[in-house]
């Protein structure tokens, strides 16, 4: 008699202990699996910031953060949305977007939407697959804000929030008094693999690699040994002398656009971009696929004749490259798989 008195009011109480615990570690629970069927796909979209994703108030930025992915990248885009997220990325951008590419038109996409709009993107595009500059392209056309951070999905943030917002505040100052048109944000210490892809060596000139040498040696030494290249005016008068974080600057002649991390104000792309996604539209540049972009604008920013625009780039960085589908043996610079050297990062 005690115990079917009992029973039903034990059960009671069981359920609703396990149905709050699940609320609250599916809500604060910031890790993404690799494995994306054990994703639930009936979370509607929480706005720009999920919980975990916190950040001090007073500090979002005016920057549209644009992301590009494919159906098949969970495995990458799970470990960089956690980063993005537990290190402030989500919470201090006003805006975040993203385009989601699919093998084959009509192809499944549920699951990477569902962890997009979990952690508060806006989604664009209607499935089909499109190069890497369409899809930025399409993503800047969006935005509202002046400025805009591009990643693709394989990119973790490796630094904390304040190494973050000092980085990103002190860049827009150097975009905002014109030292610089584009800010490219790889990590130095730890870059990831790889570093470059064969895109880069237009017409046999290996100028466009002179931009690497930034991820090897010194800002200091590249100053001194190659002013010619690295001896552009930055941050000297306009950002304070003793800083945890340090710039250099070239002219795009010599770091040409790649699909690396890159913050740029939305005129930047409408002045220098938009047109390279046309010409990688036409029948005889759709042979170069998602190449096209990189290797048009290194063809454009090589001539020795081509306008130019400066590039800054940050030392530490913030952003590591990590793909443990496509290398799945090179998933990024550590202590026990550390940077590739020099020659190892030209030989193809």
Sequence with gaps: IIFSNVAPAMLWFLFLFLLFFHDVVGVSAVNIPSNTSSLSLSREASGNSSSGCAAPENSRLPISLIVVAGVRDMPALGPALQSWCRNGLLAVVNETLALVNTARQGEEAS?????????????????????????????????????????????????????LLTTITEGLTLLRA???????????????????????????RLTYLDCWKAMYDSFAELRSREGRVFGYPCAGGILPESRSVHWICTSSRHCSWSNNPVLFPKAFWERWMSATVGKCRTSSNRRLGNLCFEVLRARAESRRRAPGYTVALADPGLFTHSDPVKYPLKTGANETNPQPTFSELISF
């Design 111 to 163: 699951e990477v939407h569902a962890v997009l709009l979990r952690h508060g993107f806006a989604l664009v595009g209607r499935g089909g697959t499109i190069s890497v500059g369409t899809a930025v392209h399409s993503l800047v056309r969006r935005s509202t804000q002046p400025f805009v951070l591009f990643l693709e999905k394989d990119f973790v943030l490796t630094q904390p929030l304040p190494v």
């Design 178 to 204: 014109a030292r610089a048109d584009i800010l490219r944000l790889r990590s130095r210490p730890f870059p990831g693999y790889p570093m470059i892809r064969k895109a880069a060596i237009v017409n046999k």
